[in-house]
Structure formats: structure tokens, C-alpha cells
């Protein structure tokens, strides 16, 4: 985005949807500042009344009552395209998506492609690269003190999915998706590890469904090539739990090793640095109490959104760029089918 005068006037905020993870985004933005909330719409009226905002059931008529500059979207990717076309034809600046975003990547382009020749900015809701963690991973990448980097690891370890009740207390609609541990959950990685390495250039996978009660896979890896020999590797296993008195902080652990050193990152949210060569750690980031999900990344996005909004600041994850995520995500699950290793990476 280009430089611009300040705006002083607070951001109309409306949202769409007052689902289980939505409750997040709504503590987000009263935590926010520069920011007034307008509204909130959800086909049960009574969740959108216990926002305690102006409730509506119908997004147009919310829309056109509360006249908001960003729309806030927190609903299922089903929902996406249409909720999109609606902020568009009343008129507001800007957009957050959840992910997944849309149902396909032929709906996400159509939807990309709107927003752009109406000159809304549209970003997606991808915020694992904002919890704080991820951040500490990228400025040592950035420093230099890890050397030449060689190999990135993240551990999913959720212990959430056994036995015939995985999911239902939380997210019920996990059981019955299709495609689960990637399109749901490894997608984050996907985007984490772009922010983190850049683009692969070849993509692996070999996934799998252990807990029959699902539909949908819930362990696997997938392995990112990138030049040099550098990999980025995804090892996901929802039955499984990792040392952590929240498995949900993290989800995991993960490990960024160089020929100068490592960081890893434990179930607490600390990172650590270990030298190479040395056995003595240096803390980078101390374990917190966040507020909010996961290091309090939704906040982080939305702040970050806002300052791109009113201040035009560069924004991450705006949806043209996204798009290589959903690319990437459909590689994934082609290179499982065929049980070989895709090196033509595309992304158009």
C-alpha cells in the first residue's frame, strides 16, 4: 500500500459471524485501538445479541445500518464469496477473511479479483505468523546468528483427536470434514513457513486417518524443498499431545537449526537459542500469560490490518498473495494422492 495521511478518525468495524472462535476476534478488537465496533451478524440472532453489539441475522442489513469501513469476516469458507460481494456493493474499505479462504481456489481468485477492481483491501485472517513465537524465529533468521539455515521442523501435537468424541466439546464440524489435518490446521504451517523461508520449490506428502470416527485425515507430513538442500518439514498428529500444561498454546514445537546455531520453540512459548557446538541456552522469549489465542495473534493481525488501513502501512497475507497458500495446500494433497514428490510448483 502507498504511504497516506493519517487517518483520526476511528475504523467502523462490523462482524460476521459469533461462532466458537469468533469470541477471540471480538475480545481482539475491544482490545483494540482506533477501532469502534458497529455491529455483529450471525444466523442465530442470539449469539450476535451476547456480543453485546447491535445484533442482526442478515449481513446486508447490517451492512447498510451500521455503515462499516472494515468487514470482519469469521464465518466458514461456504460464506465467504457472497459475504465478500456484499461488503463490496455497500461500499467498505477494507476486509478480513478468516481461512480457509473460500471453498476452492477458483472461488478465492474470483473473490481476490473483486475486491481489486473495487480497490477494497482484502486480507486473510492467516495469523499463525503473528504469534510472537514465529516473529522470534524470523528475527534471528533475519540476524544472521544461526548461519546458513538447513532444516525448519514444526511438530503438531495437538491430543485432541481420539476416541469418538475428538472435536465434538470445541469444533464438531471437524468430524465430518474431508480434509482436515492440512486444510483446517497444517495450512498455518504452510503460510508460516513461507513467511519464514519463502517459496518451495518442490512439495511431499504422505498423509494419513487414524481415529475412524472422522471423515477427514489426522496425521501426516508434508516437506517443503527449498534451494541448497534447505527443508522445511510438517509432522502433524492430532492424537497425539506434546509437554505442554496447554497443548493449544502452541500446538506443538518446532525448530529452526543453521550451521551457527538453533532456536526451538517449546509448549509454553518460549524460544530458546543453542550455539553450535555449545550445550547452553539462551532464552530469546520468555514464557507469558497472553491474552487471547495462540500468543495473542489475532489481536497482533488486527492491529496490524488497522495500522495498513488508516496509515497505509504494507499489509501481510493480503488475499493475491494468499492465493499461493490455497496452491500450495492442493499440492500437498496431489502430491499424497500420487506418492511422489510434485517439483513443478505453479501457483497461477
Not at 513465537?133 to 539455515?149: C, E, M, N, Q
Not at 498454546?249 to 537459542?273: K, P
Not at 532464552?283 to 496509515?311: A, E, M, R, Y
Amino acid at each position: 500500500m502507498n504511504q497516506q495521511k493519517k487517518q483520526t478518525q476511528p475504523l467502523r468495524v462490523a462482524c460476521l459471524g459469533a461462532g466458537y472462535f469468533a469470541q477471540f476476534h471480538y475480545d481482539a478488537w475491544r482490545r483494540t485501538g482506533r477501532v469502534v465496533l458497529v455491529g455483529a451478524c450471525d444466523q442465530d440472532l442470539e449469539k450476535a445479541k451476547a456480543t453485546g453489539l447491535a445484533a442482526f441475522e442478515d449481513l446486508a442489513v447490517m451492512l447498510k445500518m451500521s455503515c462499516p469501513d472494515l468487514l470482519d469476516i469469521i464465518t466458514p469458507p461456504p460464506t465467504h464469496l457472497s459475504a465478500i460481494k456484499a461488503g463490496i456493493s455497500q461500499g467498505v474499505r477494507a476486509i478480513i477473511c478468516q481461512k480457509p479462504f473460500c471453498t476452492s481456489l477458483e472461488e478465492a481468485d474470483e473473490a481476490t479479483r473483486l475486491a481489486e477492481k473495487a480497490g477494497v483491501v482484502l486480507v486473510i485472517h492467516e495469523n499463525f505468523r503473528f504469534q510472537p513465537w514465529y516473529r522470534t524465529f524470523k528475527h534471528a533468521l533475519d540476524s544472521g546468528v544461526l548461519g546458513d539455515v538447513l532444516q525448519l521442523t514444526f511438530r503438531l501435537r495437538t491430543g485432541d483427536g481420539q476416541g469418538p468424541r475428538a472435536y465434538l466439546d470445541r469444533q464438531p464440524y471437524f468430524q465430518d470434514m474431508p480434509q482436515l489435518l492440512i486444510h483446517e490446521t497444517g495450512v498455518h504451517w504452510v503460510d508460516t513457513f513461507r513467511y519464514l523461508l519463502g517459496e518451495p520449490e518442490a512439495v511431499y506428502a504422505d498423509l494419513r486417518r487414524l481415529n475412524p470416527v472422522i471423515k477427514g485425515e489426522d496425521a501426516g507430513y508434508f516437506v517443503f524443498d527449498y534451494p541448497g538442500g534447505v527443508r522445511a518439514l510438517f509432522d502433524g498428529n492430532r492424537l497425539l499431545d506434546h509437554a505442554a500444561e496447554n497443548c493449544r498454546t502452541t500446538l506443538g514445537d518446532a525448530s529452526l537449526e543453521g550451521t551457527a546455531g538453533s532456536i526451538t520453540l517449546s509448549g509454553d512459548g518460549s524460544v530458546t537459542l543453542r550455539p553450535f557446538g555449545n550445550v547452553t541456552e539462551t532464552v530469546l522469549l520468555q514464557p507469558q500469560s497472553w491474552k487471547g489465542f495462540g500468543g495473542d495473534c489475532v489481536k497482533n493481525l488486527i492491529t496490524h490490518v488497522v495500522d495498513g488501513v488508516l496509515d497505509g502501512k504494507p499489509l501481510e497475507n493480503e488475499a493475491r498473495d494468499y492465493l499461493k497458500v490455497i496452491a500450495l495446500e492442493k499440492m500437498i494433497y496431489e502430491a499424497d494422492r500420487q506418492g511422489r514428490k510434485i517439483r513443478e510448483v505453479a501457483y497461477a
